[in-house]
Every structure is written in C-alpha cells, then in structure tokens.
C-alpha cells in the first residue's frame, strides 16, 4: 500500500540548518512528482516544494532561495534541504505524491526558535 515516511525534523535556531527526508513506498515512485508540505499550528497545509520524475522543481515564495528539494530515485526518497531557517519555517512537514491525497504521513515537526 502507499506509504509517506517523512523524517528528519527537529529544533533549530533562526539562521540554521535541517534536512529532511521522506521515503515513499507502494508508488511508481520514478513516474511521480513528489511535494513537501508545511503546517504550522492552527493553519492549513500548504505548498512548500515539489519535484517532478524528470527533477523539475518548484518553491514556494516564502522558502525560494534558502530551501532545496532533490531526491534519488533508487532509494525511493525525497530531501529538503532546509537553510537559513526561520521562526515562520516551524510547523509539521508531510510529504506526498502529485495528486496529493490520502494517506498522508506522520510528518515531521520542525520548531525554529531562539
């Protein structure tokens, strides 16, 4: 069955780094666009970065320039390479596949914090 493992997430200052990870199983995960999502307390989940088959990828306009999405293929897994981190970056992280649907993962929580 479809599965999203997202990991990774943590505490960090302001200015900071973190990787995430997530590992999808039970997709055609060369075909598949990938996509991260971010939810912060109280608030919907929104687009952060997503990455095509081909490594197309786009951003978010309030991670472009700091965040990096790749992935590799043959482990079945998709980074986010989070820089230059800030208090608004804190929520729970999920990964899934275009179109996004159920199930979802866990999620990761990252917390920014001085």
């Known amino acids: 069955q479809v599965q999203f493992v997202e990991s990774g997430g943590g505490s960090v200052q302001p200015g900071g780094s973190l990787r995430l990870s997530c590992v999808a199983s039970?997709?055609?995960?060369?075909?598949?666009?990938i996509i991260w999502y971010r939810q912060g307390l109280g608030k919907e989940r929104d687009l952060v970065a997503s990455i095509s088959s081909g490594g197309k990828t786009t951003y978010g306009p309030s991670v472009r320039g700091r965040f990096t999405i790749s992935r590799i293929n043959t482990k079945n897994t998709v980074y986010l390479q989070m820089n230059s981190v800030e208090p608004e970056d804190t929520g729970v992280y999920f990964c899934n596949r275009l179109p996004s649907g159920e199930p979802w993962g866990r999620g990761t929580q990252v917390i920014v914090s001085s």
């Open positions: 039970g997709v055609d995960f060369n075909r598949d666009t």
